[in-house]
T-cell receptor, first 110, second 116 residues
Framework: EDQVTQSPEALRLQEGESSSLNCSYTVSGLRGLFWYRQDPGKGPEFLFTLYSAGEEKEKERLKATLTKKESFLHITAPKPEDSATYLCAVQGRSARQLTFGSGTQLTVLP | GAVVSQHPSWVICKSGTSVKIECRSLDFQATTMFWYRQFPKQSLMLMATSNEGSKATYEQGVEKDKFLINHASLTLSTLTVTSAHPEDSSFYIC????????????FGSGTRLTVV
């Protein structure tokens, strides 16, 4: 059974204070690891897909990395508008659906 | 990019009534759509997989007769919560996969259901 664990559950940062979110996973053959951003009362918004260990992707202040056991979402010099819940999900080789972690609620204070 | 439209965004209904939620893929065809439920401060829990032209596949513990899913076309799936009770109050989100790119799964904006 595919499993995803995210840490920390909640993170409060000052504006400009860089940090990283962790996503640990176990999956039977990784087809893809996905990062989403979710704002309150909204559906998840796609950020990145990573497919193999060593892969990295960047978008503005966000950078996602992948190893065989975990993924990190690095946030550089965050701004208050980066405040949201960040979700990690995996798709195993034989699965059509995604398995989600419980998310990290990020608050960036001005 | 792929867009999934979900309606309504919120609904309040009386206990014992039924509520229908629609999920449409606007610019792509989706033979498979997914329905999730999310409780406050918790992650998305898959309820069922909707298959165009065939029966939905429900996750363990999800009542098929309470959560009716219909996927009659390649762009529309509906979730009907029948005989709703207060414990069915939740945030329901649909998702579809656009196979054209690496975006993977696109999500609707969600429906907040409150049963009173």
């Amino acid at each position: 059974e595919d499993q995803v664990t995210q840490s920390p559950e909640a993170l409060r940062l000052q504006e400009g204070e860089s940090s990283s979110l962790n996503c640990s996973y176990t999956v039977s053959g990784l087809r893809g690891l996905f990062w989403y951003r979710q704002d309150p009362g909204k559906g998840p918004e796609f950020l990145f897909t990573l497919y193999s260990a060593g892969e990295e992707k960047e978008k503005e202040r966000l950078k996602a990395t992948l190893t065989k056991k975990e993924s990190f979402l690095h946030i550089t010099a965050p701004k208050p508008e980066d405040s949201a819940t960040y979700l990690c999900a995996v798709q195993g080789r034989s699965a059509r659906q995604l398995t989600f972690g419980s998310g990290t609620q990020l608050t960036v204070l001005p | 990019g792929a867009v999934v439209s979900q309606h309504p965004s919120w609904v309040i209904c009386k206990s014992g009534t039924s509520v229908k939620i629609e999920c449409r893929s606007l610019d792509f065809q989706a033979t498979t759509m997914f329905w999730y439920r999310q409780f406050p401060k918790q992650s998305l829990m898959l309820m069922a997989t909707s298959n165009e032209g065939s029966k939905a596949t429900y996750e363990q513990g999800v009542e098929k007769d309470k959560f009716l899913i219909n996927h009659a076309s390649l762009t529309l799936s509906t979730l009907t919560v029948t005989s709703a009770h207060p414990e069915d109050s939740s945030f329901y989100i649909c998702s579809a996969r656009d196979g054209r790119g690496e975006r993977g799964y696109t999500f609707g904006s969600g429906t907040r259901l409150t049963v009173v």
